[in-house]
């Protein structure tokens, strides 16, 4: 059966089912063999690995997962790519499982406990990017074991969730992605790498999960609330972020006598701290409540 990932092979699979791409999918097919080549290295997929494939689309990674892997699951929205899936581009590998499902509506951790007895599994994707953020947050926040997401998304996206302290990219994506894992950009992925061709830039993006937060925190849904009340707004300092979001109830002196305890600046802006220095708060915070 004809690999996919050679332009010509895709073209006459999409043309055999006279497939018509849907726009609201985020539908962009890889035909670049170097670059399924190069996510499936980032990822480090071997033959002990589940991996969980978001959107397989014609099925292009998947067969390059089938082949590295032990077993795939790829979850799939669009009904139409199914029978492709099923009768054609897939049907030589039988360590593949389709799933025609939303990927938000689907139970993973529960499909890492009954396919991989809740060890630690791969995710790796070509991602639709109108949902990037809730997809990966979605996986960190359901608690689901997983050794690394290895993910096409928009370059811009990639550059946020790697940017460090005090860079124009930093914010509350970076401190998020950071707080669970090491976000590591493996490729630059131009627009002529797919069919059709996006109109942004692409990268693969590894985040090596966390065993343990990097940091320690009494209370790390306050974390998060501070991490995005200080880059609502992000002009302004931190002290007004703070005071200005709705999600927290200090008041205007308490936030202040915070700021003092740690000795930083009044003026200090969010983009200029660490995830240590945004856990730090967050404790004395804590304390004072
Ligand atoms: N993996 C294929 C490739 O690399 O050529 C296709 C990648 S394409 C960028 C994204 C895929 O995700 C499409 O097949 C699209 O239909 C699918 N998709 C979009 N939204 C989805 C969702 N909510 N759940 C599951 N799949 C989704």
């Given at each position: ?5 050679n ?11 006279g497939?018509?791409?849907?726009k609201k999918f985020?539908?962009?097919?890889l ?15 071997t ?12 099925g292009?990674?998947?067969?390059y997962?089938?082949e590295a ?8 929205i669009?009904?139409n790519?199914i029978?492709i899936?099923?009768n054609?581009t ?8 389709v ?6 509506k689907?139970?993973i951790?529960a ?6 007895g ?6 790796v994707?070509n991602l639709?990017?109108?949902i990037?953020?809730?997809?990966i ?24 969730m ?10 509350a994506?970076?401190l ?6 090491e ?27 966390h065993?343990?937060p990097p940091?320690q925190?009494g209370?790390p849904?306050l ?11 992000r002009?302004?300092t931190l ?5 200005n979001?709705?999600?927290l109830?200090y008041?205007k002196?308490q936030?202040?006598q915070a700021?003092?305890?740690l000795?930083w600046?009044p ?7 660490t ?7 967050a404790?004395v915070?804590?304390?004072i409540?």
């Amino acid at each position: 059966m004809a690999k996919l990932g050679n332009p010509q092979n895709t073209i006459e699979i999409l043309q055999k089912y006279g497939f018509q791409f849907q726009k609201k999918f985020g539908q962009n097919f890889l035909i670049d063999e170097h670059v399924l080549d190069k996510i499936i290295r980032a990822a480090g997929v071997t033959k002990d690995d589940m991996v969980l494939e978001i959107g397989p689309g014609i099925g292009t990674l998947t067969q390059y997962l089938a082949e590295a892997a032990r077993e795939v699951v790829a979850v799939e929205i669009d009904k139409n790519l199914i029978p492709i899936l099923e009768n054609d581009t897939l049907a030589e590998y039988d360590n593949v499982t389709v799933i025609n499902e939303d990927i938000l509506k689907v139970d993973i951790a529960a499909l890492a406990a009954e396919r991989n007895g809740g060890r630690p599994i791969k995710v790796v994707a070509n991602l639709p990017y109108y949902i990037t953020t809730p997809i990966i947050m979605g996986l960190f926040e359901k608690g689901v074991p997983i050794d690394n997401i290895t993910v096409m998304v928009q370059k811009e996206v990639a550059e946020r969730m790697q940017a460090g302290p005090g860079t124009k990219d930093y914010g509350a994506l970076s401190l998020t992605v950071q707080y669970y894992a090491e976000a590591y950009i493996a490729a630059n992925v131009p627009p002529n790498c797919f069919i059709p061709r996006p109109g942004v830039g692409s990268a693969v993006i590894r985040l090596t999960c966390h065993k343990e937060p990097p940091v320690q925190c009494g209370d790390p849904a306050l974390l998060f609330k501070l991490i995005r009340a200080s880059f609502n707004q992000r002009r302004k300092t931190l002290q007004n972020g703070l005071n200005n979001s709705l999600e927290l109830s200090y008041s205007k002196e308490q936030i202040a006598q915070a700021i003092e305890s740690l000795g930083w600046n009044p003026s200090i802006r969010g983009e200029a701290l660490t995830l240590e220095q945004f856990a730090q708060l967050a404790d004395v915070l804590l304390a004072i409540k």
